[in-house]
């Protein structure tokens, strides 16, 4: 009986102005479990950047910890990314969201300048090292042009962020709703999502094709 696997998900907070994007990330878990597959959420104990009102789009003079916000997703079943060990996961995956660049990065606000946070990049670097898949959705796949740079992978049709991923040498591909972008070199998944003007049917396809592939490698 052949092993289940386990994929790793990290989130940003909690909310797509300021963490991350429920609606992806809710579907993550989701697609991960329907495919018969077991999941581990993790997020970095640090405060966030700052915090959006969702109704108004303004920012709030208040202080909230992006662990803290995740468990909300995570139903309470969450660890610290510190704790976070490639050697325990098939593979992992980012839903996207703003807590993405403002949160594990500050691509919001440097782009092709920013720099990602180390618990991070230190995942995300153990799996590569250790040839195991990742998956990265909607803002998500900047991090690996950040990282790496000579990757393959989609933002959907968002110009202005093609140019600065483009800038640091990674090959953008153009999607739209529901596809993806497989780098079977670097075992790098992608898939634009709430990128583009999307449905959350749409955006639903994306994910469920992002995790069948990020399966498939695993």
């Known amino acids: 009986m052949s092993k289940t696997k386990k994929i790793a998900v990290i989130l940003s907070g909690c909310g797509v102005y300021d963490g991350s994007e429920i609606h992806e990330a809710t579907l993550c878990l989701y697609f991960i479990s329907h495919h018969g597959a077991e999941y581990q959420v993790f997020a970095p104990d640090i405060n966030q950047h700052h915090v959006i009102n969702h109704l108004t789009g303004k920012e709030m003079n208040e202080t909230r910890n992006v662990l803290i916000e995740s468990a909300r997703i995570a139903r309470g079943k969450i660890s610290?990314?510190?704790e976070f060990r490639a050697t325990e996961f098939d593979g992992l995956i980012f839903p996207g969201g703003y807590g993405v660049a403002k949160n594990l990065s500050d691509w919001a606000f440097k782009g092709?300048?920013?720099?990602?946070l180390p618990e991070v990049e230190r995942c995300v670097r153990d799996?590569?090292?250790a040839g195991k898949p990742?998956?990265?959705?909607?803002?998500?796949?900047?991090?690996?042009?950040?990282?790496?740079?000579?990757?393959?992978l989609t933002v959907g049709d968002d110009e202005s962020t093609i140019r600065e991923i483009?800038?640091?040498?990674?090959?953008?591909?153009?999607?739209?709703?529901?596809?993806?972008?497989v780098d079977t070199r670097n075992?790098?998944?992608?898939?634009?999502?709430?990128?583009?003007?999307a449905?959350?049917?749409?955006?639903?396809?994306?994910?469920?094709?992002?995790?069948?592939a990020l399966l498939e490698f695993a």
């Open 80 to 82: 610290p990314l510190s």
């Open 112 to 116: 092709q300048a920013s720099r990602i």
């Open 127 to 129: 799996m590569a090292k």
């Open 134 to 152: 990742v998956a990265a959705l909607c803002i998500a796949p900047v991090l690996y042009a950040k990282i790496f740079g000579n990757v393959d």
């Open 166 to 181: 483009e800038s640091l040498g990674t090959r953008h591909q153009t999607t739209s709703h529901g596809e993806i972008i």
């Open 187 to 197: 075992k790098l998944i992608t898939s634009p999502c709430y990128m583009l003007d």
């Open 199 to 212: 449905s959350i049917d749409q955006v639903g396809k994306g994910v469920e094709n992002a995790v069948k």
